[in-house]
């Protein structure tokens, strides 16, 4: 056990150390390009993913959980998003041949990209099975998830635990909702604030967890949850704001797609001062989802602005306000 534990600290310690893990700052979680630091970024949610695991984990202790382990798989679970975070991602499956999904990919990022993590089985897996979608299961065990590990099913929770208060938190912090907006089932059973709609659900995970002895959570929480995760969607996620930066990044990604097909070399030359890896015998798609892929949103704006991609959005200046990206279209 004690040899397992090793390993997965040294997963951990790795990916802390990975390019790709510091590329996470400058990557979108919701708002694309923040003027505010207190919002989010990529970065920081897998750190607060990090954080609810660990807690879930110690709650769970008695059933065995190996904490670096849980760490590892937070630590690395979104290291394959793209640029622009899930408008990114959505752009990128639409275009590209084979389309595209940022949790496997993140599995060729750890295996190929960057050979030298070597990370164990148990952590590859966590990576690829971490993702629901937008109401994929999180705790059934059948299909695909039957073979995963105590601490990747911990993650699948707690990585939607970090959207559900996070996200909230960021939404208020926009002014984009109000704490009155939440329906009233939500607030009666999560609450309104964002910290105490984490601790419930940690709270109440581990009670019906050590109760039944798999990862789950109790019926009524897990009825609000679903309700929380739909009410975000369908007024935060998908919102006018949120929907102009979503079609803007498609552009963005399509007038990319159409440089990297037709100007093969200048692409390359553009994405070379980003420290891109580009492997050898990979086609034109495989080489541009990972640039895409790789780059920072800033990144992306400025191999734009290098091709010299005849649309007025390669103007925006780096570090620009979300505003000024959702009205730039």
């Known amino acids: 056990m004690q040899g397992r534990r090793a390993r ?30 207190l919002v989010r970024t990529r970065l920081t949610h897998t750190l607060e993913v990090s954080s609810i695991a660990r807690e879930l ?11 670096p382990l849980i760490e590892a798989i937070a630590l690395g679970h979104d290291l394959g998003h793209p640029a622009f975070g899930h408008a ?14 940022h949790a496997a990919h993140g599995v060729r990022v750890v295996t190929e990209l960057e050979p030298g993590l070597d990370l164990s089985p148990e952590t590859v897996e966590g990576i690829l099975k971490h993702s629901k979608g937008r109401a ?9 998830l039957a073979t995963l590990s105590l601490e990747a099913l911990v993650v699948r929770a707690a990585d939607l635990y970090a959207y559900a208060s996070h ?13 009155r907006d ?22 109440r995970t581990i009670q019906s967890t050590l109760s039944r002895g798999d990862v ?63 492997r050898p015998g990979v086609s034109t798609a495989g080489a541009f989802v990972d640039a895409v892929a790789s780059m920072t949103d ?27 990206l959702s009205q730039a279209k």
Do not use: N
């Open 136 to 144: 994929g299961p999180v705790f059934a065990s059948g299909g695909g």
């Open 182 to 203: 939440l329906p009233a089932r939500v607030v009666s059973v999560l609450g309104a604030e964002p910290s105490q709609v984490r601790r419930v659900l940690v709270q």
């Open 298 to 324: 800033g990144q992306v704006l400025e191999v734009c602005r290098s091709l010299r991609l005849a649309r007025p959005v390669w103007g925006l200046p780096r570090g620009g306000s979300a505003s000024q």
């Open 57 to 67: 984990g110690r709650g769970l202790a008695g059933l065995g959980t190996v904490e």
């Open 216 to 278: 789950s959570l109790e019926a009524e929480a897990d009825g609000a949850l679903d309700e929380l995760r739909a009410f975000l969607y369908e007024r935060l996620y998908e919102a006018p704001r949120i929907a102009r930066q979503t079609a803007l990044v498609r552009s963005l990604v399509e007038g990319l797609w159409e440089s990297a097909c037709k100007r093969p070399l200048q692409f390359l030359a553009a994405i070379a001062p980003h420290g891109v890896a580009t």
């Open 88 to 101: 990114g991602e959505r752009a990128l499956a639409a275009i590209v041949p084979g389309g595209f999904h």
């Open 8 to 37: 997965f600290e040294r997963d951990r310690d790795r990916l802390v150390g990975s390019r790709a893990f510091r590329r996470l700052a400058g990557k979108t979680q919701v708002v694309a390009l923040p003027s505010d630091p």
């Open 167 to 179: 996200d909230l938190d960021d939404a208020y912090l926009l002014g984009e909702l109000r704490p």
